[in-house]
């Protein structure tokens, strides 16, 4: 402790005036710190995964995928397991968390999902996309954006507002808190 003592005086030369108790309490700290310091550097976790940042902007194709499109797609994951409900908790969960929230998202990127929600509203012109906003829970603001082929206009604009409906189709989103679906199916639930 001495040496201690000795290295901590030589290396601050302004301690040698103040008692020995100060002295010890001051060598303590740096070797503490100097033993934690070495604990982070080597003895860390190794993270999980790599994973590329990537820009929030949300990236959607001119026009929505049709079903040969969405069965052709590789490494397709079905995460019909996920509910829209689950999903929204999950991001509530790792909001402080923004790796692991990165790392979530991307894991849901370009799979199937298949979720039950109640239609919000439905949009779409003549010749553009057609889309439902589909919310967790009627008159709920947690919502996606659920995207049509124009073959589902006749099906869409039949729905109102509060319809219980099963969409299936692929996750493809730069804005985790409004999710993307880029849809094949619709259907309505009991």
Not at 30 to 40: E, K, Q, R, S
Not at 147 to 161: G, I, V
Request: net charge neutral; glycine share 4%.
């Amino acid at each position: 402790m001495k040496d201690i003592i000795q290295t901590v005086q030589s290396l601050v030369p302004f301690l040698q005036p103040y008692p020995l108790w100060v002295k010890m309490v001051l060598s303590i700290w740096f070797l503490v710190t100097a033993v934690m310091a070495v604990g982070l550097l080597f003895f860390r976790e190794p993270a999980q995964s790599d994973v590329a940042v990537v820009s929030n902007v949300a990236l959607r194709p001119e026009s929505p995928i049709s079903k040969n499109e969405a069965e052709s797609l590789p490494n397709q994951v079905n995460h019909s397991g996920l509910s829209l409900e689950e999903y929204f908790s999950t991001l509530d969960r790792l909001k402080e968390r923004f790796l692991e929230k990165e790392e979530f998202v991307q894991q849901l990127q370009r799979t199937r999902v298949t979720w039950i929600g109640y239609v919000d509203s439905v949009k779409g012109a003549p010749g553009k996309q057609l889309s439902i906003n589909l919310a967790v829970k009627p008159d709920s603001p947690r919502t996606c954006f659920v995207w049509f082929a124009e073959e589902f206009r006749t099906k869409l604009f039949s729905l109102r507002k509060g319809d219980k409906v099963i969409i299936s189709g692929i996750y493809d989103t730069g804005t985790p808190s409004i999710p993307d679906i880029q849809a094949d199916s619709i259907r309505l639930s009991e």
